[in-house]
Nanobody, 114 residues
Framework: QVQLVESGGGLVQVGGSLRLSCAAS????????MAWYRRAPGNQRELVAT??????TNYADSVKGRFTISRDNAKKVYLQMNSLKPDDTAVYYC?????????WGQGTQVTVSS
């Protein structure tokens, strides 16, 4: 069955960087579009970044200029996070839209310490 396996989360100091990855396993076939979401403790899930099938990207105002969403030809999704702030602390989830269906990653914890 299709799974999205996330990695790259962890503990980082303010101003540091992390690169999250999301690797598709199973018969996903291809990726049409993708997104990253996050959920901070006690808060609603927030859309962080999206990329369409044509490569067009959009970002939440809170991360614009600091985060970059990307993908490669090996069915992997990435989120490069720079200049991290304590408010970026959350569980991050990748979201993939494919001809086979739409899928969530299991989430990876990002903690930014002040």
């Amino acid at each position: 069955q299709v799974q999205l396996v996330e990695s790259g989360g962890g503990l980082v100091q303010v101003g540091g960087s992390l690169r999250l990855s999301c690797a598709a396993s199973g018969n996903i076939f291809s990726i049409n579009s993708m997104a990253w979401y996050r959920r901070a403790p006690g808060n609603q899930r927030e859309l962080v970044a999206t990329m369409t099938t044509t490569g067009s990207t959009n970002y939440a105002d809170s991360v614009k200029g600091r985060f970059t969403i990307s993908r490669d030809n090996a069915k992997k999704v990435y989120l490069q996070m720079n200049s991290l702030k304590p408010d970026d602390t959350a569980v991050y989830y990748c979201r993939v839209y494919s001809p086979r269906g739409n899928y969530w990653g299991q989430g990876t914890q990002v903690t930014v310490s002040s």
